[in-house]
């Protein structure tokens, strides 16, 4: 058994985790909805739609929701309210199923869960709560007659004093006012739902208020569904027979409800509506009868319940208004009673609980879809820039979806690589698509390491990323730490004169030809200082440890520049380049043979982006720790009865392959235990600090730190170690929000190192 | 001895066991009367198991057994053998149960299983004591096999028998082998090319001197059994004899283009062709459906499609010779023929037909006749001479027929000169005597001896002429003796004969016309009389007619041509009386009609208004309502019969009388016809002469007439043409003269409207091609030719065909120019193919032509498949040629060019197949996760392919320069037929069903007989190839095992009970029913039979029984069943 869906609220989206509602399907079908087993997902039936359009398609997306139980894409979904039932769908449908029922019924269950009352679940799914309550409607309006009647008098019809026209419009009103509630509030619901967090500019709600009235009014839209025009027309007839009744009633019925024969010209639009009820029911009942029509060849009971209470409505509308022409008072009165006995219980049961509601829900739909389009722009990814930059791999996407099951970040957002590499090569980018989309990405590397392509998607992200800050829509969080590159060569804010305040009183020389290593410190190493300083001291314990084992070394300090990695990530590669060009003359100026550093993402960019260092090593810090250890320059001899988890750093691990090491410095400890979280290694689960990681927004929500921590947390170990400044940082901005401190620590392997060699520096 | 029976109860691992209670329906078992001992064993299968029983069969001295284990499908030959082994006649002895299909696997609960597997033990229990010892027959296996089909599987399973040493029939419909396979380019995925690969097994078969290769030849039928089949052949007539070195020199000369099969159409070829240049055999065949529809209309029997073609080719001469050799007149013909041929004519199902009378015209003034070369004739002695009388249309051409076959006619003709009604019953103005003349002088050069002025009749009667020295008379008299009106005063002066009267001018007698003339009659002889009386001068002209125009039996363009020059018809209006003054007629008085009921004639029967007479003012009446024939030419002669219509009595086929050696025809046979029928007449009595002379018989061997409607089709998108319109002289010119009125048509006019016609019987037989063919290997005269073979296996490899999408219209395939299926686009890519493998567009225009190369490509996937309103399957291959297609076409026309795949899923599952995909989508090939919907098509022929994208949910359109619809693979039309044929069955999908999908995949319900390829299902070549290696096997296991085993449990007819009737034969779907006339009785072939019981379940009397399942047999079971 599949658990039910849990839905989560993330950044003001909803979020589904395990989203499979093994239960949707039975609850649809039970409204009208067949063959979602037939269903093959060819899309055929959207071809042949008249009005599927664009990104709103249907009948198909409708049945893979239902094929997959996926209950909150169905609850965003407008598009079962965009389909008016030709029926041209099942005509060439390969597998013979019959998709516009299933609309029809996806309508009726969408209807029952924009009701936040419950009720109009309990009306459609049960006969016995849908009489009930019309029953009871019915029976209130019955006593509230035979109780509260104005004086009965039986020598002339005088509704007016049997039924005061002033309470029958306080009545009125008041029953409006009731029912407006409950259809917008359920109206609000559905709005809510369709938009889901979807930012669209307020403007733009104004400007397209007239698409709702418009539909509304006239139902357009119905007029460009499938060859035959009558049904619309037919339907639009009335509607305008249903409007100026309601308006007789609610607004006009002073001169509506009237004793005598006197005319008044109202009469004229009651005559018309009159007549336009009666003959379209009798019509809408004649077809449903003889099936001839697709719409009408399966019928709910609730369209049978509808035209049925329309129909009697209209017909004791009539009788009551040729009694009263014939003068017969006691006659007329009950006919009135009878009337309102059945006028209001169809109208507080149907109008927002049941099939009347589509009057608001059909042009709400049509509004907020028009809404969404407008608020789309095009992309400004070029596929051609793309395949120029990336080559050709990603042409060969089989859009098998492994990236996005990989990917961290579809714990927390919906994020999917997949869909911004179908958009691209389909030419269908949008700036929410695919722009938008890819700043979601924390560089991780998983995706590409699961492709079975092997498509470069980090690439392809960085390309895309870099086409939109070219286009000059860097995103606003970006622009100081870009600032700051630009300025100081670090995206802290840092001044580059302070680069090396950080060693404090610690040693660190500055570096001569006949240093074996050149020591590269990292941008966040030196002026990151949140979490009380982590990345500071877990640099300075590297640094007593390189003293400790006498390790030849020096540093060439402010003459650094960011080694330019988030710079490239980023999408700002004119400035990455750059500083790989200064690092670049400034290593080779100096003679520098092996580069050591602490930050895998310093590491990477030199071993991978630095062309003109082809023939100069670099270390990362563990690698030189463990090589220590093994060579017994560096002697972990204190005991620290500790249990630790290693978290992979991205960039040291998927990036770099480098797993063992940190692993064997920790296990030379003595009285470590090493615990390995659930995802480890290859499949250590990213931190969300690549990739301009720190400086992007970060409101609400789980944050994949907050993820990671809670999976070291439940290895029981007490201290995370790791490799990265980075994650130091990322894993301790978690570890803040969660308020576990008291139970876990994030520690540098290079400080655990020194706590064994050193007790001093405990 | 009592019967012990032994019961074995397996428990299938946990198959049976996990349901069914094992152990406690041993016990029952062990309970039941008979049963000595009752085991369970968990595989009774394995060898321990049969071991199991053979010992306890020894042990417990056990005369039955019965198993209960799987279905007997599985294993029932499994125990059998253990129970032979233990030295039981095992069909007496055992009975299988199955209570794992039937039992464990079928049933919800452990107690349903269980009551269940107990009561069918029971139902076995008590059937096998009722069974009898039955041993199987044995049969010697033909090594030889019959491949059905000559595609890859055909050719590759036939050269794996060749191999062996045996021989193998490969049987091929089309004029080559190859197949489908053939038709394609390239190969996925290795895209090596498939002539390539291809043309290496064909030449194979083509050579392999075990390989009887059979092209253009189909299977008739089939009998015998599993090593003893006998096939008969039907070698259809390739025209082209085995010397054919396929030079092409006769298609080069051929003149009738058709759509090219093997290129579907994209291209033409000649009705002389070869498939294709690698064709083998390298053989060329004539594309020869039934002979038009025209030739088979004329009397004569004219071939009026190969003169037509000829005519439109420009080789008048040739033309005219055509003609020639059914009918010497064709200039006088040609002006004057009623042409009921134009009335079959197909054309007009496209627009009208073609003139064809005028064109026969035409071909005729095209030539000078006097330098015409006459045919090589053998002379035959001066002794073997023909008396004809009349030298009429008849009696010529029986004498043209005679002299050609080397006799020596001579005519007799009281006229002074020869052409009978040709040249005294028809005007001048339509028929110029000078046409007859040069085709009289031809005659004459041909050795016809004409002889003026002679009377045959009482001083030289007919049968006089046989002691002259003639062998031979034939009758063609004629029929030129008016019919009388039988009205008042019809011998008043001014009253003359229709017939009289154009007999008196065109003998340039003077004959006085009246100044205002009626004619009564609606025939040729009225038109032509109202039209000469005009030229005689008279003032007004009128017709008078009974019926109505409808019924007028004159060539319509003559009461046309009539009317325009200012004759008036009178309709509904029969003559009562002639009006005279002074003896001289002065009107005639007439009755009006109304058309009643028909009559005998088919025609409505004018019934007169009472009180409707009126008169016609007239100086000179013309009655031409008819001729008969004059029998004055008999006087003296006896023995000649005559019928009660006055003709004389002929056999209609030979045309003999009752005298022997005098033959009769024309007029003077049918009584007053047409010219034609008169030709027609004499070629055939010319016919029954020589035959008379040779002493045959006369009625045999007479060259039959042409018969048949499989006529080439008739393309959809003819352009209309219309029908040519024969110059005429202007009205005013021609009425005060004989100036020829139709002008004859100008060369392109002649040329246009014989390009019109649409080449009925394709190729035409004017055997351009037999003159250019230095081989001498055509021969038109070819027959098809049936032969029976003798083989021991059969394997069936008739292939499939590509679905036609042309009724899935939202594609719209056949309307779109630009809208091809695959196996066009096939071969447009193929080097042979009509754009010589360029990727071309179809020109908006002309289906035939091909631009330049698209832009932009949609290929559209899963058409026709897996779609219920065609084909639910899916067909297999599609995916992998659709990508394919999409590297040719990045490959060919350039890598800019946008191709998109609509595809609903990939099927990449073979070896190669996915790393191709990956390869074509990294060459930039759109793949779009939809099926698309529909294709438009606008105005500059761009076309916009509409289908969602699933994976991106989104409503793709696509404006594409060609489409190509990937079609599924369907069963061929006539696999029905074969199934018949060759007793194997059709699955739902109408493929050939397998006998196991799994275990036997090859194989069929009739052994011996095995499937290959893609007449069992949708397949690619490598599954077809593997799939024809292994029928072969399975052939070659059969010839090499030398004998076969064919089961016992078969009917027989009991000899005593059966009473005849022969229901059962027809039941019989294998034929194994034979009926012994001598006997009485029906008889079962036990070596076809296959026990199905058919006979046995509708036998009336009972005598039909199968062995093993007799009623007792069945009665025990059921009572088993039934038992508690």
Redesign the interface.
């Known amino acids: 058994m599949i658990p039910n869906a849990q839905v989560r609220i993330c950044k003001g989206k909803i979020v589904k985790k395990n989203n499979i509602n093994p239960d949707l399907y039975g609850e649809v079908e039970r409204l009208g909805a067949r063959d979602m087993e037939a269903c093959?997902?060819?899309?055929?039936?959207?071809?042949?739609c008249p009005l599927?359009?664009?990104?709103n398609?249907f009948p198909?997306?409708i049945y893979?929701y239902l094929q997959l139980g996926l209950k909150d894409k169905l609850l965003e979904s407008p598009e079962p309210w965009l389909c008016y039932y030709c029926g041209e769908c099942n005509i060439?449908?390969?597998?013979?199923a019959e998709p516009a029922e299933t609309m029809m019924a996806a309508r009726r269950w969408l209807t029952t869960e924009y009701d936040w009352t419950g009720l109009a679940r309990r009306f459609y799914l049960s006969e016995k709560w849908e009489f009930g309550a019309l029953g009871a409607v019915s029976l209130f309006v019955i006593l509230l007659f035979t109780f509260f009647h104005g004086p009965v008098i039986t020598d002339r019809v005088a509704v007016n004093s049997f039924a005061p026209v002033m309470w029958v419009e306080i009545g009125d009103l008041t029953m409006a006012a009731i029912l407006s509630f409950f259809l917008l509030s359920n109206a609000f619901r559905m709005y809510r739902l369709v938009m889901n967090g979807t930012k669209v500019p307020l403007h733009l709600y104004v400007t397209e208020g007239r698409t709702f009235v418009q539909h509304f009014l006239t139902q357009r839209r119905w007029g460009q569904c499938g060859e035959d025009k009558s049904r619309w027309l037919k339907h639009l007839v009335l509607v305008s027979g249903y409007l100026t009744m309601m308006t007789l009633v609610i607004v006009f019925i002073r001169w509506f409800q009237v004793d005598d024969s006197s005319w008044h010209f109202s009469a004229i639009f009651g005559y018309y509506a009159t007549a336009v009820l009666l003959i379209v029911t009798v019509e809408m009942f004649r077809s449903r009868i003889e099936k001839q029509e697709k719409i009408h060849r399966f019928s709910h009971p609730s369209d049978w319940l509808f035209l049925t209470l329309l129909f009697f409505t209209t017909l004791t509308g009539i009788i009551m208004h040729l009694v009263r022409l014939i003068g017969w008072p006691m006659g007329t009165y009950v006919i009135y009673v009878i009337h309102l006995a059945i006028a209001v219980p169809m109208l507080v049961v149907e109008v927002p609980f049941g099939k009347w509601s589509h009057l608001f829900y059909r042009p709400l739909a049509v509004f907020l879809t028009t809404v969404k389009e407008k608020a789309q722009r095009k992309s400004e990814v070029d596929p051609a820039v793309l395949?120029k930059e990336t080559g050709?791999?990603f042409?060969?996407?089989?859009?098998c979806g492994a990236c996005a099951g990989i990917c961290p970040q579809g714990e927390v957002v919906s994020y999917s690589p997949?869909?911004i590499i179908?958009?691209i090569?389909?030419g269908?980018s949008s700036n929410v698509?695919v722009d938008d989309a890819s700043w979601t990405c924390a560089t991780c590397n998983s995706c590409v390491e699961q492709c079975p392509?092997g498509i470069g998607i980090l690439d392809l992200i960085k390309s895309v990323r870099r086409q939109i800050v070219d286009a000059g829509n860097l995103p606003g969080y970006f622009k100081a730490p870009v600032k700051s590159l630009k300025d100081n060569a670090n995206p802290w804010g840092g001044q580059k004169a302070s680069r090396l305040d950080w060693v404090g009183n610690a040693k660190l020389p500055e570096y001569a030809r006949e240093h074996e290593y050149c020591l590269f410190t990292c941008c966040a190493t030196a002026f990151d200082t949140s979490a009380g300083k982590s990345n500071q001291t877990a640099g300075i314990a590297f640094l007593r440890l390189l003293e400790h084992a006498g390790v030849s070394y020096g540093t060439l300090g402010n003459r650094e520049s960011c080694c330019g990695d988030m710079a490239d990530k980023i999408g700002t590669a004119g400035l990455a380049s750059d500083l790989a060009a200064k690092n670049t003359e400034m290593f080779l100026e100096a003679g520098v043979s092996k580069i050591l550093t602490t930050s895998p993402h310093c590491l990477n960019s030199f071993r991978k982006n630095y062309e003109g260092l082809k023939n100069i090593a670099a270390v990362h810090s563990t690698e030189l720790l463990d090589q220590l250890v093994r060579e017994g320059r560096i002697k972990p001899a204190n005991r620290l009865d500790l249990k630790v988890t290693y978290h992979d750093p991205c960039y040291l691990g998927r990036h770099l392959s480098i797993y063992d090491a940190p692993r064997r410095i920790l296990k030379s400890i003595p009285g470590v235990t090493l615990f390995e979280m659930q995802n480890d290694r290859e499949r250590s689960f990213c931190c969300g600090g690549g990739g301009g990681g720190p400086w992007k927004d970060s409101s609400g929500g789980e944050s994949l730190g907050e993820i990671r921590i809670r999976e070291a947390l439940d290895t029981g170990a007490g201290i995370i170690a790791t490799a990265c400044p980075y994650c130091m940082r990322t894993l301790n901005e978690s570890i803040a929000k969660l308020g576990v401190a008291n139970r876990i620590k994030v520690c540098d392997v290079a400080e655990l190192l020194l706590r064994s060699v050193d007790p001093s520096d405990k | 001895m009592s019967e012990r029976i032994g019961f074995f109860i397996c428990h299938c691992g946990i198959n049976i066991a996990y349901r069914v209670r094992v152990a406690e329906v041993a016990a029952y078992a062990a309970t039941f009367p008979g049963v000595a001992v009752s085991r369970d064993y968990l595989f009774m299968c394995s060898d321990p198991g049969q071991d199991l029983i053979e010992k306890e069969v020894k042990n417990h001295d056990l005369t039955r057994v019965v198993v209960a284990s799987c279905s007997p499908r599985m294993h029932e030959n499994t125990f059998r053998a253990a129970c032979q082994r233990a030295g039981l006649n095992p069909y007496r002895a055992f009975h299988m149960v199955c209570v794992r299909e039937h039992g464990s696997w079928v049933t919800e609960s452990e107690d349903e299983a269980t009551a269940k597997a107990i009561a069918i033990v029971r139902a076995g229990l008590m059937r096998v004591t009722n069974q009898s010892a039955l041993t199987p027959s044995r049969f010697s296996v033909n090594p030889n096999t019959l491949v059905v089909g000559g595609g890859i599987a055909g050719m590759e399973a036939a050269l794996n028998i060749a191999k062996s040493g045996n021989k193998v029939y490969l049987v091929e419909r089309q004029p080559t082998v190859g197949g489908h396979m053939l038709q394609y380019d390239k190969t996925f995925p290795t895209l090596d090319c498939a002539a390539c690969i291809g043309t290496p097994k064909m030449v194979a078969v083509g050579q392999d001197k075990n390989v009887h290769l059979m092209t253009n030849a189909e299977v008739e039928s089939v009998s015998g059994f599993v090593g003893n089949f006998k096939v008969t052949v039907n070698q259809h007539a390739r025209y082209v004899k085995s010397n054919c070195t396929g030079c092409g020199d006769c298609a080069k000369a051929c003149p009738i283009e058709a759509p090219n099969e093997w290129d579907v159409q994209t291209k033409t070829r000649k009705a002389i062709y070869i498939s294709f240049p690698q064709a083998v055999p390298v053989r060329y065949a004539i594309d020869k459906k039934d002979r038009a529809p025209c030739v088979q209309t004329c009397p004569a029997g004219i071939n009026i499609q190969g003169f037509v073609t000829l005519i439109r080719v420009g080789k008048y001469r040739e033309a005219l010779n055509l003609i020639m050799e059914k009918m010497p007149l064709p200039g006088s013909l040609g002006r004057v023929c009623p042409a009921p041929c134009e009335g079959k004519c197909r054309r007009q199902e496209a627009d009208a037909p073609l003139l064809i009378s005028k064109l026969k015209r035409f071909a005729a003034d095209m030539v000078d006749w006097s330098t015409l070369p006459l045919p090589e004739i053998e002379k035959k002695p001066e002794s073997e001479k023909v008396a004809i009388l009349g030298a009429g249309p008849a009696g010529l051409s029986a004498a043209y027929f005679l002299a050609r076959k080397g006799y020596h006619p001579t005519i007799f003709d009281k006229s002074p000169q020869a052409g009978g009604v040709l040249r005294y019953g028809i005007p001048d103005y339509r028929l110029p005597p000078a046409v007859l003349d040069q085709e009289i002088d031809y005659i004459k050069r041909l050795g016809v001896d004409i002889q003026l002025g002679v009377t045959i009749g009482r001083e030289r009667p007919v049968g006089g002429l046989f002691d002259e020295g003639f062998r031979a008379v034939f009758l063609a008299a004629g029929a030129p003796k008016n019919i009388r009106l039988n009205i008042e005063n019809e011998d008043a002066e001014g009253v003359i004969a229709g017939i009289d009267y154009l007999n008196f001018l065109n003998l340039r007698m003077d004959v006085k016309t009246g100044q205002k003339v009626v004619i009564v009659g609606g025939g040729d002889v009225a038109i032509d009389a109202s039209r000469e009386a005009l030229r005689q001068g008279a003032s007004e002209v009128k017709i008078v007619y009974r019926r109505s125009r409808s019924e007028m039996p004159a060539v319509k363009s003559e009461i046309l041509a009539a009317e325009e020059e200012g004759i008036k018809i009178e309709l509904l209006v029969t003559p009562v009386a002639v009006l005279t003054e002074g003896g001289k007629v002065a009107g005639l008085r007439c009755l009006r009609n109304e058309l009643g009921e028909p009559d005998q004639s088919g025609r409505r029967r004018p019934v007169p208004v009472a009180g409707s007479e009126f008169t016609i003012e007239c100086d000179m009446i013309i009655p031409a309502i008819g001729q008969q024939v004059s029998s004055k030419f008999l006087e003296g002669t006896e023995g000649i019969a005559m019928t009660r219509r006055g003709t004389v009595a002929a056999d209609p086929v030979t045309y003999q009388t009752s005298a022997p050696g005098i033959f009769a025809g024309g007029d003077v046979f049918t009584g007053p016809s047409n010219a034609v029928q008169a030709v027609a007449a004499g070629q055939q009595a010319a016919v029954s002469i020589e035959k008379y002379l040779q002493g045959e018989e006369l009625a045999e061997k007479r060259p039959g007439r042409p018969t048949g409607t499989n006529w080439k089709g008739i393309p959809k998108d003819l352009k209309p043409i219309a029908r040519a319109k024969m110059p005429v002289l202007p009205v005013a010119q021609r009425i005060h003269n004989y100036n020829e009125v139709e002008l004859g048509l100008s060369e392109e006019q002649a040329r246009t409207e014989a390009s019109r016609c649409v080449a009925c019987g394709s190729c035409c037989e004017c055997k351009l091609c037999v003159g250019q063919c230095k081989a001498g290997a055509i021969d038109h005269e070819m027959k098809d030719v049936k032969e029976t073979i003798e083989v021991g296996s059969i394997i069936v490899a008739t292939g499939f065909d590509p679905m036609n999408p042309a009724k899935?219209t939202?594609y719209g395939y056949g309307k779109y120019r630009n809208v091809f299926t695959n196996i066009e686009f096939e071969r447009l890519s193929n080097a042979t193919g009509p754009t010589s493998g360029k990727l071309l567009k179809r020109d908006m225009k002309d289906p035939l032509k091909f631009t330049e190369a698209p832009k932009s490509v949609a290929i559209l996937h899963?058409i026709g498949s897996?779609?219920?309103?065609y084909h639910e399957y899916c067909s297999r291959t599609c995916c992998m040629y659709g990508l394919k297609y999409a590297h040719l076409l990045k490959d060919k026309c350039g890598h800019d060019t946008e191709v998109y795949n609509f595809y609903?899923?990939?099927r990449c599952f073979g070896k190669g197949y996915e790393e191709f995909?990956?390869?074509v989508?990294?060459?930039?090939?759109?793949?779009?996760?939809?099926?698309?919907?529909?294709i438009t098509e606008d105005r500059n022929g761009i076309l916009t392919v509409?289908?969602?994208?699933?994976?991106?949910?989104?409503?793709?359109e696509v404006k594409v320069e060609m489409v190509i619809l990937c079609t599924a693979m369907e069963p061929r039309p006539d696999a029905q037929d074969v199934m018949r044929k060759f007793g194997i069955g059709i699955g739902q999908d109408g493929f050939f069903q397998e006998e196991h999908p799994k275990l036997a995949p090859v194989s069929t319900p009739t052994n011996g007989i095995f499937l290959a390829g893609g007449c069992q299902g949708p397949k690619d070549i490598p599954d077809t190839v593997a799939q024809a290696k292994g029928a072969a096997a399975e052939c070659l296991a059969l010839s090499s095992a030398g004998e076969v085993e064919i089961p016992p449990m078969i009917s027989y007819i009991d000899p005593d009970i059966c009473v005849g009737c022969q229901l059962c034969l027809g039941l019989c779907a294998y034929s194994a029913i034979e009926f012994n006339a001598n006997a009485g009785i029906s008889v079962v072939n036990s070596a076809v039979c296959k026990g199905c019981g058919s006979c046995s379940g509708a036998c009336p009397s009972g005598a039909a029984k199968v062995r093993h399942f007799t009623d007792k047999q069945i009665f025990a079971e059921i009572d088993g069943l039934l038992l508690n």
């Open positions: 093959m997902q060819c899309g055929n039936c959207a071809s042949a599927s359009t664009g990104e398609t198909r997306k893979r060439d449908c390969p597998r013979g395949l050709e791999t042409q060969s996407c089989m859009q997949r869909k179908r958009n090569a389909m269908t698509s392509r | 899935m939202q899963c897996r779609d219920k309103n609903i899923d990939m995909y990956k390869k989508q990294s060459e930039g090939v759109k793949m779009i996760r939809g099926k698309a919907g529909s509409k289908g969602e994208d699933t994976l991106s949910n989104r409503l793709i």
